[in-house]
């Protein structure tokens, strides 16, 4: 049984690029987490998705980010424009249910922006 | 809001030492109380959970009691192992998704 698979597993932008992150949660996972981890402050959430719905996004920033979950594929965690304050490791977490206390994550996603 | 407070890293011990990572938190209502724990280059996997007041949480050696008195869930292992070396969340659940706290590296060392 797979994990939560995340890719790439690094990338590297330039500022003013756009950066896509995907994250396939385990199978039977309908529940998604994407949480973003800056050094020295832990991890912050960031939004919670279910198939083809945002559930919630109180902790995305306003602009240039989006998040997708569609009926098919995996979840894209969508940074456009990147600065290099988005420099950052990504997380995403899947869970079978919507309370969502008991998360699997996956190795995550360091993006660095030049 | 819901808030997890850790004590600040690093923390290096030797191989065999008693291991105590304190946790407090702020929430509303009754939340279920998590240690994660993330090993290099990896994500971060459930250690323990405790989902009311007098709980314990325990899994490989570690344990974690939910204090409600003092809104406390402070981690503890009797003898820790190079193997422990990791960084050791908190996590609180409410009505919202996971809430964390900083982490705290922990480094054993032979």
């Known amino acids: 049984n797979a994990g939560v698979m995340q890719n790439p597993r690094h990338l590297v932008r330039r500022r003013g690029q756009e950066a896509r992150l995907r994250c396939s949660p385990m199978?039977?996972?309908?529940?998604v987490y994407w949480y973003r981890q800056l050094p020295e402050e832990g991890l912050k959430f960031m939004v919670y998705l279910q198939k083809e719905n945002i559930i919630d996004e109180s902790g995305m920033p306003k602009e240039r980010f989006s998040a997708e979950f569609p009926k098919e594929g995996p979840s894209i965690l969508r940074i456009q424009q990147v600065v290099r304050g988005d420099s950052a490791a990504y997380f995403c977490?899947?869970?079978?249910?919507?309370?969502?206390?008991?998360?699997?994550f996956g190795s995550g996603t360091q993006l660095s922006v030049l | 809001g819901n808030s997890v407070t850790q004590m600040e890293g690093p923390v290096t011990l030797s191989e065999e030492a008693f291991l105590t990572i304190n946790c407090t938190y702020t929430a509303t209502g009754y939340p279920s109380l998590f240690w994660y724990v993330q090993y290099p280059g990896e994500g971060l996997q459930l250690l323990l959970k405790?989902?009311?007041?007098?709980d314990k949480g325990s899994n490989k050696g570690f344990e974690a009691t939910y204090r409600k008195e003092t809104t406390s869930f402070h981690l503890e292992k009797g003898s820790v192992q190079v193997s422990d070396s990791a960084v050791y969340f908190c996590a609180l659940s409410g009505n919202t998704p996971l809430v964390f706290g900083k982490g705290t590296r922990l480094s054993v060392i032979a």
């Open positions: 405790a989902t009311k007041a007098d």
């Open positions: 977490a899947s869970s079978p249910e919507s309370r969502g206390e008991k998360l699997f």
């Open positions: 199978k039977g996972h309908s529940h």
